[in-house]
């Protein structure tokens, strides 16, 4: 299951989490590493977008409490389809 992930951190002074940043970083690259995201991008000024590629919701959970322990955030989920799922989706008659 694939979702886009949009974190909204806490507002603090950047000053103060500094630290918690940088050791955001090498928790998503394991996370890359292990296949379970396809990507990270940090948001321009504070925050980061993810796209993870998961087996569960209960996995989903556990990833998003990780990151907010890491770093305290809101976060936007939006469930995403494979363009090929789409594809074929679109591909199939009315009513079938």
Do not use: Q
């Not at 955001?24 to 292990?34: H, S, V, Y």
């Not at 976060?75 to 090929?84: D, R, T, V």
């Amino acid at each position: 299951m694939l979702f886009l992930v949009i974190s909204t951190p806490a507002p603090t002074r950047p000053s103060e989490v500094r630290e918690a940043r940088r050791n955001f970083w090498p928790w998503a690259e394991d996370k890359l590493a292990r296949g379970i995201a396809r990507s990270f991008y940090p948001r321009s000024g504070r925050g980061a977008v993810a796209v993870f590629d998961v087996d569960s919701h209960e996995t989903l959970h556990r990833l998003l409490n990780e990151w907010a322990e890491a770093i305290p955030a809101e976060f936007a989920l939006y469930p995403l389809m494979e363009p090929e799922s789409i594809a074929a989706y679109l591909a199939e008659e009315p009513g079938g």
